[in-house]
Every structure is written in C-alpha cells, then in structure tokens.
C-alpha cells in the first residue's frame, strides 16, 4: 500500500528535484566559471573541455540532489505509514 500511496508522492519530488538541481547547477557554474550561462553541447564557440566539464558537473549535481529528495521522501514516508516504499 505505501507503494502506491508514494507514487505520487515520489513524482512531485521529482519534479522538485529537477527544479533545485537546475537552479543549483547555475549558481555553481556561475561561482566555477565566473560565466552566468553554461555551455551547450551545440556551442560552437566554446571547447570540447569546457562543454565537457559543464555536462559532469550538471549530471552530478541532478544525481546528487535527486537522490537526497528520494531519500527524504521515502523516510518521510516511512515515518508517515510505518512502511519503507518499493
């Protein structure tokens, strides 16, 4: 039952998720770079090193940010049925 009590649940998380992580990801490259816009993979004007950098970076801050929000929800709602969900 918890199961399907956090699926909605897990995708409004996830959404959030998406959101913290796309925000948080600015602002670190912005501090890093000293550039307010991160480059994209189709930017001709900037280098392979570069392009490269900004897509681990983003990557690992989205698998670290969901990840702690999967966490979260899934303790929260432990806490709130006595059941870890699937």
């Known amino acids: 039952?918890?199961?399907?009590?956090?699926?909605?649940?897990?995708?409004?998380?996830?959404?959030?998720?998406?959101?913290?992580?796309?925000?948080?990801?600015?602002?670190?490259?912005k501090a890093v770079s000293g550039d307010d816009d991160a480059p994209n993979a189709t930017d001709e004007d900037r280098g392979w090193g570069?392009?490269?950098?900004?897509?681990?970076?983003?990557?690992?801050?989205f698998a670290l940010v969901k990840a702690a929000v999967d966490r979260g929800g899934a303790t929260g709602?432990?806490?709130l049925t006595g059941e870890w969900p699937d």
């Open 1 to 29: 039952m918890s199961k399907i009590a956090y699926k909605p649940v897990g995708i409004l998380l996830g959404v959030a998720a998406g959101a913290i992580a796309g925000y948080a990801f600015k602002e670190v490259w």
């Open 50 to 61: 570069e392009i490269l950098a900004a897509a681990a970076l983003q990557g690992a801050i």
């Open 77 to 79: 709602v432990r806490k």
